[in-house]
């Protein structure tokens, strides 16, 4: 197989938002970027421990709750990776691997594939390029990403409002009128907190914020969200200079 | 002529008795603690060991797991303290009523996989590079990492397959935590406090002051337990014959509550990570069509047991828009093996389990539990509106177990089995 020449994230077929917040879609690219996001999966280092070949058995699907709900298969995953078909596996990134519960119960696989880990590898590169499907199914999931990444919990007690949980019911507005009390009212004393699920040191948060920088996630963040992207780097750049973690390099 | 072919033929197996189902160390997947060993032999990291005292139990192929009992590190969940945090604080309660001392620690973030899982804005070495600074984090206070969520002890098996298989990962990982001043550090076993509790689960029943004999439950076994990195898991031959976990299962049965099956055990919760956030409508589809709902034609079960975060959030959380919608009156309720064992011990229900954050209606369970839940939700609200008259005020441990439990209303009684076991 032919290596892709790559043009990058901001090559054709990529998204971009609309001034309303929209995204849209793009131009179709040619086979070479599709082929270079192909190559790109399959260069993740997990990516041989994920991929055995396909008895087409159906197992996988059978047990999948995903594929209950939507037009989805773990099985045409595994087999369109198996088979390197580039031109499916980009229209898969730009779609139906968002559909994927992520509860791995296709790991039941007599061939012992992980069709749920070759998802999880194929949305990291989506998100990476700035894929329209990435940022079309994380459109309202900009604070989650926010919190988990600033405070080092993910859903916080002040994250529980009414507008945000309608569907949970009448505890939703509850527990947000009544949260400052309820938060302290329960023994541990790491628990009282209402911005973060519990109470992080600055020093534990400081050493996140290393690993987020070190390891390139910050990059993936601008790819999707530009805005955040500047929030968060306000937020950590700070504290890494005042811990002295050197930002450059 | 033939071709002379060499292919190892194993013997034919032993013979089984006739519906008898067994597996075998032989069909384990790779013996990952081993290279674990080898790997710190090597130089390559530490091993931090499980400390005594530790029960050993039994994983799906027959190998043998640590428990520590005690001298733990616990690895919050971020979705229970957040908004279950009873399940917290359930698990802290069984601690220290079993006077099992504990590290609840200030130098932990959340590992960060429900946002992975959700939206994959990371990377293996962001996430192993979490994974370990924790890891190291609890070694450095001399305590073992005992894990709250069933995702994140799932995804630390992940992460610790991902180490030992790939060098590359192993030295940028270290060198990160090298900046930090910490080592790569990687405990024996990766332990779920689910695993404890089903190792405790006989001294709990033996201080068990509520007769559970008439409550039926049902179990939803959390697929991040046992289908990520499926070896360590706890399996037991005398629970549905070694062919699902046992680690609910078998504290239930140890309460001497009763266990209905279901048909959709198997199925998954519908919690999705991403979808659980932005785009219920299939998270609540699927855990009222394909759990809650066969629970109740099947099973009628008074309370459904999970051991995980999203299981119980999602089951939970997910009746609400059902009942509203298809005009249904009866929940189940949904609540963690822990706070299950708890109330069993007499925890107070808000002041320890915290019941008010739940949504599905788990008033009627503890009635036939026989808890008094309108003096106790009287007594929390007594509570409150001392917290509110002084701002700086919090509740203590001491206030948690202020209320004695022969105190848990006029139907309490005593457990058969506690009665047996009195004096021991």
């Not at chain 1, 989650?144 to 949980?165: C, L, N």
């Not at chain 2, 979808?275 to 394909?290: E, G, P």
Request: net charge negative; glycine share 6%.
């Amino acid at each position: 197989m032919a290596t892709g020449t790559g043009t990058g994230a901001s090559s054709a077929g990529l998204a971009r938002a609309t001034s309303g917040g929209r995204v849209e879609r793009g131009a179709e690219p040619p086979f070479e970027e599709k082929l270079r996001l192909f190559n790109e999966v399959k260069a993740d280092l997990r990516f041989s421990d994920y991929l055995y070949g396909c008895y087409e058995c159906g197992i996988c699907v059978a047990v999948c709750p995903s594929a209950r709900f939507y037009d989805f298969s773990p099985r045409r995953i595994a087999q369109a990776v198996a088979r390197e078909d580039v031109e499916l596996v980009y229209e898969q990134m730009n779609g139906e691997v968002w559909e994927c519960s992520q509860c791995f119960s296709c790991l039941v696989c007599p061939r012992k594939n992980n069709p749920g880990g070759i998802i999880t590898i194929m949305r990291e590169v989506a998100v990476k390029n700035g894929l329209h499907s990435a940022k079309e199914a994380l459109e309202g999931y900009s604070r989650i990403i926010y919190k988990i990444m600033s405070t080092g919990t993910q859903v916080s007690p002040d994250m529980i409002r009414p507008d945000a949980f309608p569907d949970w019911g009448p505890t939703a507005k509850e527990t947000a009128d009544n949260l400052e009390v309820w938060r302290r009212a329960m023994p541990p004393d790491t628990m009282h907190t209402t911005s973060s699920s519990w109470e992080v040191d600055d020093k534990t948060l400081t050493e996140l914020y290393l690993i987020w920088h070190l390891t390139g996630v910050l990059d993936m963040i601008k790819t999707l969200d530009e805005s955040l992207h500047m929030i968060l780097v306000d937020v950590m750049e700070e504290k890494l200079e005042e811990a002295g973690y050197p930002l450059s390099g | 002529m033939p071709i002379p072919i060499n292919i190892p033929v194993k013997g034919p197996a032993a013979p089984t008795k006739k519906g008898e189902f067994r597996r075998t160390p032989d069909d384990a997947p790779e013996d990952l603690k081993a290279k674990m060993l080898e790997l710190e032999a090597k130089g390559e990291w530490i091993v931090q060991r499980v400390p005594e005292p530790y029960v050993e139990v039994q994983t799906k192929y027959g190998k043998p797991k640590k428990i520590p009992l005690q001298h733990t590190w616990h690895h919050k969940s971020c979705g229970q303290c957040g908004h279950i945090p009873g399940y917290s604080t359930s698990i802290f309660w069984l601690h220290r009523k079993l006077g099992l001392e504990y590290n609840d620690p200030r130098d932990q973030t959340s590992c960060t996989a429900w946002n992975y899982y959700a939206s994959a804005t990371s990377n293996s070495a962001a996430q192993a590079g979490v994974a370990m600074r924790n890891f190291a984090a609890a070694y450095e206070t001399g305590y073992f990492p005992q894990i709250h969520c069933a995702t994140s002890y799932g995804h630390y098996k992940e992460v610790r397959s991902e180490l030992i298989h790939h060098k590359e990962l192993r030295d940028q990982v270290r060198e990160i935590l090298k900046k930090m001043g910490k080592p790569l550090v990687i405990p024996e076993e990766i332990v779920h406090y689910s695993e404890w509790v089903y190792a405790v689960r006989h001294e709990i029943a033996k201080r068990q002051v509520l007769d559970l004999s008439q409550i039926t439950v049902t179990v939803h076994p959390a697929c991040h337990y046992y289908k990520l990195v499926s070896e360590d898991a706890i399996y037991d031959p005398d629970v549905y014959g070694g062919q699902r976990t046992a680690i609910v299962t078998g504290v239930v049965e140890a309460l001497g509550a009763k266990v209905a099956d279901y048909s959709t055990w198997f199925d998954c919760c519908g919690f999705g990570f991403r979808h659980i956030l932005v785009q219920r409508d299939f998270t609540r589809s699927f855990a009222v069509q394909r759990k809650i709902e066969v629970m109740r034609d099947e099973a009628n079960p008074d309370v459904t047991l999970t051991h995980d975060t999203g299981c119980v959030t999602t089951l939970d959380k997910s009746q609400f828009a059902a009942q509203a919608h298809k005009g249904v009156t009866a929940a189940i309720p949904v609540l963690s093996e822990a706070q299950f064992a708890a109330l069993a011990m007499g925890a107070h229900p808000y002041r320890v389990c915290q019941l008010h954050w739940h949504s599905a209606d788990y008033h009627p369970l503890l009635e036939k539990m026989g808890i008094d839940w309108r003096e106790r939700w009287r007594e929390f609200e007594d509570d409150l509106e001392r917290l509110k008259k002084d701002p700086g005020a919090v509740m203590t441990w001491d206030d948690a177990d202020a209320a004695p439990t022969q105190a848990f209303g006029a139907g309490t009684r005593p457990h058969p089995a506690h009665l047996a076991h009195g004096g021991r």
